[in-house]
């Protein structure tokens, strides 16, 4: 296993966000900040963007005035209700937008998070996004607010190289209506991706430092590409499968990524500094298959969480719930100490034996 050398240094947390850059705001702890100190600290970081999972009615009070762009869940609990009822949805909509709009800046509705087509949630969502698209036309938001759902690459099937990325064929009954949609309504589809799980889930093909971005060149060549980082391997796979679903021309947002700094393998401070620093950076350049267009990306999360399960869900914070920052992180500068940049020179720190 690889891992990288956690430094004993201690650096001062410098962010400068970039317009694509936020982080996602997850509440499942008992010892978190109140939302007032939790905007605080986003402002103070100068962090733009912001993902919620649910209308946390605090949250979105604190939001107000903040200038912050939210990009706001609809629990997979609610979505029964609001696919049934479009007076349900309207009442949504009512409730957590339309009574916070404009001093809220909602960005997008992600109605759904990770919704497997294999559960008896997979039907409702669909009718609960056009259900919330149209209260949102009727409140005249539908051009400020984009309506998608947020899913994850477990929906893709073939996935090496990247330019033959398919969705499972057993899936596309659940997908393709719902980027038909997309395409009718402009908005981006919504995908968490994280290099951390398939690293961990096939080591003896992928190594850390392409799961870090720090290959020394590229790893992977495909049609003419080449691929440095596990990162740009897995969003163009998904690029490709929306290709062969009639979605290629749909951007897509990355609404979580991430790398934990404990509770499980290959999981140190210095291996989650990397990854979210040299993605913060990298992602302003686009893929080898969308090249210099910037890829809009949340980082999960704000804090550690401790009422999660199992013991590496905890550790996923760019910050403890103290609001002391866990490691320096520069979005979009250079980082506080000697790394490779991605240019293709060597890490001295980096220690394999794979």
Request: hydrophobic fraction near 40%; proline fraction near 7%.
């Amino acid at each position: 296993m690889s891992q990288l050398v956690t430094s004993s240094q201690p650096f001062p947390l410098i962010i400068r966000a970039g317009a694509a850059v936020g982080v996602c705001y997850g509440m499942l702890g008992n010892n978190l900040p109140s939302a007032r100190d939790v905007i605080a600290l986003y402002r103070s970081h100068n962090i733009k963007r912001m993902r919620i999972y649910d209308p946390n009615q605090a949250a979105l009070n604190a939001l107000r005035g903040s200038g912050i762009e939210l990009l706001l869940g609809v629990p997979n609990s609610d979505l029964e209700s609001l696919s049934t009822n479009p007076s349900n949805a309207n009442s949504w909509v009512q409730r957590n937008v339309r009574n916070y709009w404009p001093d809220v800046r909602f960005r997008y509705i992600a109605v759904g998070n990770e919704v497997s087509p294999n559960s008896g949630l997979a039907k409702h969502v669909l009718p609960a996004m056009r259900n919330v698209y149209n209260a949102l036309v009727a409140a005249g938001l539908q051009n400020q607010i984009k309506v998608s759902t947020a899913v994850d690459t477990t929906l893709i099937g073939t996935s090496y190289p990247p330019s033959q990325g398919a969705f499972r064929d057993d899936y596309r009954w659940f997908l393709d209506p719902i980027i038909w949609f997309l395409i009718d309504a402009r908005a981006p589809l919504l995908a968490n991706i994280y290099p951390y799980f398939s690293y961990i889930g096939n080591p003896g093909s992928i190594s850390l430092p392409y799961a870090l971005f720090q290959a020394p060149g590229p790893v992977v060549w495909d049609s003419g590409r080449g691929y440095q980082n596990l990162f740009d391997a897995m969003f163009d796979a998904l690029v490709a499968a929306l290709g062969r679903a009639w979605g290629g021309n749909l951007d897509v947002v990355v609404s979580e990524t991430g790398w934990p700094s404990a509770g499980g393998v290959a999981t140190t401070i210095d291996n989650a500094a990397t990854y979210n620093d040299f993605l913060t950076r990298h992602i302003k350049k686009g893929s080898p298959m969308r090249p210099n267009k910037e890829i809009e990306t949340y980082i999960f999360a704000m804090f550690d969480e401790n009422n999660k399960e199992p013991a590496l869900e905890k550790h996923w914070g760019l910050f403890y719930p103290n609001r002391a920052v866990k490691y320096p992180l520069n979005f979009g500068g250079e980082r506080g100490w000697d790394v490779a940049a991605e240019n293709g020179t060597s890490v001295d720190h980096l220690r394999s034996d794979m």
